[in-house]
């Protein structure tokens, strides 16, 4: 059997669209179909439904890819990894949200680019979640922390760790506004504070007043930057409130540059996902990070 209309097999299989296996194989989508044709004329059996919207997978093709996969994976992992240059470090491509990646995962990777015979070079690069678990699907990236599960058998996610919520502003800015008292649907009399947030559609303030006072906040965005980080320096600054992770406010409400102005019984939480390609933690670098990154999320919680 042609290895490679296997490793087109499985690509589709773990992609669930031809259309999306030929942009990851290089491949235009008739060649895809037509390697899926011969290789089901092979076997005498079809190996995937049509529909509307990609493929599934009949049983036979379940069982195919159950089989085939994991030796698939191996093979380029060897091929990847090469036979002459032992000595050479692998490379690391790591996506993720800027501060996040930035505050924990990357000083955690840190650890892991010495010169111990099992280390490995690092790259970074940041984006949103659609972005990065795109990058990571095309195989611009090895291995992605992400605030969203993907879908589908291409990618595969594990918890990682949730991030809570805080509603801040400045001492000052705390002060103008005073005790207020929950309004009778149970979010604050806060319409006229000015609002910092990361994006035009106030996405952190928004999940916040949905999911602390179901209802949505009146005032709109007077600060946009994008960037948490920036947005903490405005809240330090008076500009307004702000509603930020705590692992990226605990120093400043510590110092007490910003107050906590409202403390929910059960407050808001984010869960981050870390994720790779399906069959990618054969790799070694990749799964030593993968589980040093878990074992460090352990602290972060």
Same mark, same amino acid.
């Given at each position: 059997?042609?290895?490679?209309?296997?490793?087109?097999?499985?690509?589709?299989?773990?992609?669930?669209?031809?259309?999306?296996?030929?942009?990851?194989?290089?491949?235009?989508?008739?060649?895809?179909?037509?390697?899926?044709?011969?290789?089901?004329?092979?076997?005498?059996?079809?190996?995937?439904?049509?529909?509307?919207?990609?493929?599934?997978?009949?049983?036979?093709?379940?069982?195919?890819?159950?089989?085939?996969?994991?030796?698939?994976?191996?093979l380029v992992?060897?091929?990847?990894?090469?036979?002459?240059?032992?000595?050479?470090?692998?490379?690391?491509?790591?996506?993720?949200?800027?501060?996040?990646?930035?505050?924990?995962?990357?000083? +955690? $990777?840190?650890?892991? &680019?010495?010169?111990?015979?099992?280390?490995?070079? =690092?790259?970074? *690069?940041? #984006?949103? !979640? /659609?972005?990065?678990?795109?990058?990571?699907?095309?195989?611009?990236?090895?291995?992605?922390?992400?605030?969203?599960?993907?879908?589908? +058998? $291409?990618?595969?996610? &594990?918890?990682?760790?949730?991030?809570?919520?805080? =509603?801040?502003? *400045?001492? #000052?800015? !705390? /002060?103008?506004?005073?005790?207020?008292?929950?309004?009778?649907?149970?979010?604050?009399?806060?319409?006229?504070?000015?609002?910092?947030?990361?994006?035009?559609?106030?996405?952190?303030?928004?999940?916040?007043?949905?999911?602390?006072?179901? *209802?949505?906040?009146? !005032?709109?965005?007077?600060?946009?930057?994008?960037?948490?980080?920036?947005?903490?320096?405005?809240?330090?600054?008076g500009a307004?409130?702000?509603?930020?992770?705590?692992?990226?406010?605990a120093d400043?409400?510590?110092?007490?540059?910003?107050?906590?102005?409202?403390?929910?019984?059960?407050?808001?939480?984010?869960?981050?996902?870390?994720?790779?390609?399906?069959?990618?933690?054969?790799?070694?670098?990749?799964?030593?990070?993968?589980?040093?990154?878990?074992?460090?999320?352990?602290?972060?919680?």
């Open positions: 059997m042609d290895l490679a209309l296997l490793r087109t097999f499985v690509t589709v299989h773990r992609a669930g669209s031809f259309t999306r296996a030929a942009a990851l194989l290089g491949l235009s989508q008739p060649a895809v179909t037509s390697q899926i044709r011969t290789l089901e004329r092979q076997l005498g059996r079809p190996l995937f439904l049509r529909q509307a919207r990609g493929v599934t997978p009949t049983s036979i093709g379940d069982e195919l890819a159950h089989k085939a996969a994991p030796h698939l994976d191996a992992e060897i091929a990847e990894t090469g036979l002459d240059d032992e000595s050479s470090l692998r490379t690391l491509h790591l996506a993720g949200p800027p501060e996040f990646t930035a505050e924990r995962a990357l000083p +955690a $990777l840190t650890e892991l &680019t010495g010169d111990d015979g099992q280390g490995f070079a =690092l790259r970074a *690069s940041f #984006g949103n !979640a /659609e972005e990065t678990l795109e990058g990571l699907a095309a195989g611009h990236h090895d291995l992605a922390i992400s605030t969203a599960r993907p879908r589908g +058998a $291409l990618l595969t996610a &594990t918890p990682l760790c949730d991030e809570e919520h805080v =509603l801040v502003g *400045s001492p #000052g800015r !705390a /002060e103008k506004i005073g005790r207020w008292k929950p309004r009778r649907q149970g979010a604050p009399a806060l319409e006229d504070v000015p609002v910092i947030e990361v994006h035009e559609s106030l996405p952190f303030v928004s999940r916040y007043w949905a999911s602390v006072f179901d *209802s949505r906040p009146a !005032a709109p965005g007077t600060v946009i930057v994008p960037d948490l980080r920036a947005v903490l320096a405005c809240a330090v600054a307004g409130l702000a509603v930020l992770p705590r692992y990226l406010c400043a409400l510590a110092r007490g540059e910003i107050v906590a102005l409202h403390e929910p019984a059960v407050p808001p939480l984010r869960t981050y996902f870390l994720v790779v390609r399906t069959g990618t933690l054969a790799m070694p670098h990749i799964a030593r990070a993968h589980e040093w990154l878990l074992r460090a999320a352990s602290d972060w919680c």
